[in-house]
């Protein structure tokens, strides 16, 4: 049943939770549908909380970082609190997990990137989160991660109703220690919770099994992290560490930032990177996690996370963009012109063992024999934006060439970032929509592999990417 509710027409609940409830409304104002949040009577009654929200949702209003919800309008209607959010289709990590079980550690990863970008933005404002879970990251169907709800969970005080049913308690699966004391807390309290949402996505449980309140404020005090090859031995080793430190006790010891998490789980899952399968051991098959990333439809939205979708433009970030498949082919138009193939060397063979490709490996041949030269040494991929191709960039095995094209004059521009398996970081930027595309010549080591991406920017903000591509050999 429809009822009105300001200017808005709201359409039906999407989702309620302990401090309210999202619903899908009609803004008859801007004539578009949006995620109108309304937060609990209890909470509105609180005159301190209301002035805090009233300042944390304005400073949330203005990040500008793709993989945050964007806050479209906020404040009061007839004594209730409400936020109106865009509304994009799609379901919460917490949900995908409870359907699907524990992601693949490389989908693990990619949630953790963009969730971190997210992040590092906001405390670069000095603006902390302080709800990092689950339930509060939101992945639409192309596998674009945001994350929701500044604006309410910073505004919250750590003391707030900590034995009382609703938010505090419902979350506490995910506090940093400091949170329960009255010492000084800062980024790093979403630094630990966002180790905790790793945790549960590797292995599909929270990093602490307790049942009562109190049972969950004593083993964040006092109980080690878990390690998550004890729940799950096939996740490299690496996390293990990742985790002790990502959710240390002493905010000091932990990463100073999500993005060098972040960075550390990358580096983890690179060790073990899908290589071609000309160069691969025979893989070790590992169960499927339908996830959404992967193509898999998306599961129904559970409690506090906004849904539905608007589209981008105009210069406001956040398009996502759809997945790519792995093994498109090479880009031969004149976005991206090859060069000669004709140079060979030799192929170091990878560690028997180490990789977790997914794909057949080649047929076997005399171990005598000279390694096969690589059926491919150019990699592509484009980027799309409002559904037309936007631009490419492409990385070349002979020479070391990365390539950025921008094909559309429309003020933004193309940037395709490499990285190896080594950590070396490189950029290769095409701004002016002129022309064939920009070649970058790389000096790179003549032993070791790398991937690469492609970003759409506007002036100094990026508005989309596409997903990292499969590592490949360098320096053939």
């Given at each position: 049943m429809k009822w009105q509710f300001g200017p808005y027409l709201v359409e039906g609940v999407i989702a309620?939770?302990?401090?309210?409830e999202i619903l899908r409304a009609y803004d008859t104002r801007h004539d578009r549908v949006v995620a109108l949040?309304?937060?609990?009577?209890e909470l509105a009654a609180n005159q301190e909380f209301r002035e805090r929200f009233k300042r944390e949702a304005h400073a949330a209003g203005r990040l500008r970082e793709p993989h945050v919800i964007p806050i479209h309008a906020y404040g009061e209607i007839d004594g209730r609190l409400y936020l109106d959010m865009r509304l994009v289709e799609g379901s919460?990590?917490?949900?995908?997990l409870a359907a699907n079980g524990p992601m693949r550690p490389h989908d693990a990863v990619a949630v953790l990137e963009q969730v971190a970008q997210a992040l590092d933005a906001a405390h670069e404002e000095g603006l902390v989160h302080r709800d990092v879970k689950p339930s509060n990251i939101l992945v639409s169907k192309s596998g674009f991660a945001y994350l929701v709800d500044f604006g309410i969970a910073a505004s919250l005080r750590a003391s707030h109703s900590l034995t009382s049913t609703g938010h505090a308690v419902g979350t506490l699966a995910y506090m940093a220690p400091e949170r329960f004391d009255d010492g000084p807390q800062d980024h790093r309290v979403d630094v630990y919770s966002l180790a905790c949402v790793l945790y549960q996505c590797l292995t599909g449980a929270k990093p602490f099994a307790g049942e009562t309140a109190a049972s969950l404020i004593n083993a964040h005090l006092?109980?080690?992290p878990p390690a998550p090859t004890a729940a799950r031995p096939d996740v490299p080793r690496e996390f293990d560490d990742i985790i002790a430190r990502g959710m240390a006790k002493d905010p000091a010891d932990r990463f100073a930032s999500a993005g060098e998490l972040a960075r550390a789980a990358r580096q983890a899952v690179t060790a073990v990177a899908v290589l071609p399968p000309q160069f691969a051991a025979p893989p070790r098959r590992a169960p499927h996690w339908g996830y959404v990333l992967a193509g898999v439809g998306v599961v129904a939205l559970v409690g506090g996370v906004a849904v539905a979708a608007t589209t981008l433009r105009?210069?406001?970030p956040g398009q996502a963009i759809p997945a790519e498949p792995t093994s498109a082919p090479v880009e031969t138009s004149e976005a991206a012109p090859t060069q000669s193939?004709?140079?060979s060397a030799a192929v170091p063979r990878p560690a028997p063992a180490t990789t977790t490709s997914r794909e057949q490996p080649e047929p076997s041949q005399d171990p005598g024999a000279p390694p096969t030269k690589p059926a491919r040494t150019k990699w592509c991929k484009t980027i799309t934006f409002d559904g037309a191709k936007r631009g490419t960039g492409c990385f070349e095995a002979v020479g070391d060439h990365l390539f950025a094209h921008d094909t559309k004059a429309d003020g933004m521009w193309i940037k395709t970032v490499a990285e190896t398996d080594y950590g070396r970081v490189e950029e290769c930027k095409d701004g002016n929509s002129e022309g064939g595309p920009v070649d970058c010549n790389l000096d790179l080591r003549e032993k070791g592999r790398i991937h690469?991406?492609?970003e759409l920017w506007d002036a100094k903000t990026k508005i989309s990417e596409t997903r990292w591509s499969k590592f490949v050999?360098?320096?053939q």
């Open positions: 309620r939770g302990g401090m309210g949040k309304l937060l609990s009577e919460d990590v917490g949900s995908l006092n109980h080690p105009g210069g406001e193939t004709t140079r690469f991406k492609v050999p360098i320096a």
